[in-house]
């Protein structure tokens, strides 16, 4: 029986996946927090001690976009009323008229991936189904075409391929799997609001089964080190 103890747990309230109620969770966010030293700390303040980090001005642009795309997309608007704020009457025109809207479509399409003594969960952007189970992945990014491209073209970028592995668990198979990138300029200064520039580029994201198989042992690694941590932490701080 496994000694792994995790912060978070997995709890099934799609009922989607009632077999894994009450396991360990991980998510894409915590593995990498934990993983680069610049956010380590703030993963244990956050899920560790439960205080609450403030996302930032970029990221809350982010889900403003996402929001808006889904509000689309699901013709409920009201899901962006959280958001609506950030974004320009430009911004929304670039949201709207500049990428495709297929039908067919789940937008935060919940997945949960199996991993034995833990689970890793995560929210498709975009799940397009076609027919005979094709499926096509793709996440929704803002930022700088031009800085950040390279990036999710490279093997450090898993997300889409982790949304990709654990649909293929689940017998689809996978057509494209693919970043849509918003261009994003300013720097929230007065002068230099944050605004979409119009540009939108897709990025292909190869979806490699081998690879990801590697990149999830090392996660298998990460949620051990994390338990570890965990343990100590329960130890001296936990009261109850």
Not at 15 to 33: A, E, R, T, V
Not at 206 to 221: A, D, I, M
Request: proline fraction near 3%; include cysteine.
């Amino acid at each position: 029986m496994s000694n792994l103890i995790l912060p978070r747990k997995y709890d099934d309230k799609s009922g989607k996946y009632p077999q894994h109620h009450g396991k360990n969770k991980l998510s894409y966010s915590q593995i990498n927090s934990w993983k680069d030293p610049k956010y380590s700390h703030d993963y244990i303040k956050q899920y560790f001690a439960g205080i609450e980090i403030p996302s930032g001005i970029y990221a809350n642009y982010g889900s403003a976009c996402g929001t808006f795309i889904e509000g689309i997309g699901t013709q409920n608007m009201e899901c962006h009323n959280e958001y609506k704020h950030l974004l320009s009457e430009y911004d929304r025109d670039v949201l709207t008229n500049n990428i495709e809207y297929p039908n067919n479509t789940i937008y935060e399409d919940l997945i949960v991936l199996d991993c034995g003594d833990f689970v890793i969960e995560g929210f498709i952007d975009r799940s397009i189904y076609l027919n005979d189970k094709k499926l096509i992945v793709e996440d929704i990014k803002t930022g700088s075409v031009k800085n950040k491209s390279g990036f999710y073209k490279s093997d450090d970028y898993k997300q889409t391929n982790l949304y990709s592995y654990a649909k293929e668990k689940e017998g689809y198979i996978i057509e494209d799997c693919r970043v849509i990138m918003f261009d994003r300029a300013g720097n929230n200064s007065e002068k230099s609001p944050i605004r979409l520039t119009g540009k939108v580029e897709i990025i292909p994201t190869y979806y490699n089964r081998e690879k990801f198989e590697e990149w999830l042992k090392n996660v298998s690694k990460v949620a051990k080190e994390i338990s570890d941590v965990y343990k100590t932490y329960l130890k001296y701080f936990n009261n109850g």
